[in-house]
């Protein structure tokens, strides 16, 4: 993966923490893999957040009012409980995302 799209990243990653205070962002997917095509890759990012909008979309729609990205992008956006019920209920496809993740911010928790 060229400095390039490590920018990219970086840069969506901070713009994610400091305008919408999610408690972990990671990133999954072609980039996560090292596998990451300027023709044909997006970037896909898992953020976890205690408050958030009932509906996925609306989750969406919130974060991409907030964040300002110069590369296709694709969000999905759970609750801690949410994904903790999906890893529980052995979801094929989140178990997957967390198997080749890559953490790229954890909120610390306070003591």
Do not use: N
């Not at 596998?35 to 509906?55: A, C, G, H, M, Y």
């Not at 969406?60 to 890893?87: G, H, N, S, T, W």
């Amino acid at each position: 993966m060229d400095q390039e799209i490590q920018r990219q990243i970086q840069d969506v990653t901070k713009q994610i923490v400091d305008k919408y205070q999610p408690e972990s962002i990671l990133l999954f997917g072609s980039a996560a893999r090292g596998l990451w095509d300027k023709e044909s890759s997006d970037l896909d990012f898992l953020i976890v957040k205690s408050s958030v909008p009932r509906r996925g979309i609306d989750r969406v729609l919130e974060l991409e009012k907030l964040v300002d990205y110069k590369i296709a992008c694709d969000f999905l956006i759970y609750k801690p409980e949410e994904l903790q019920e999906r890893k529980r209920l052995g979801d094929p496809f989140i178990l997957a995302i967390l198997k080749e993740s890559k953490t790229l911010y954890a909120k610390r928790k306070s003591s």
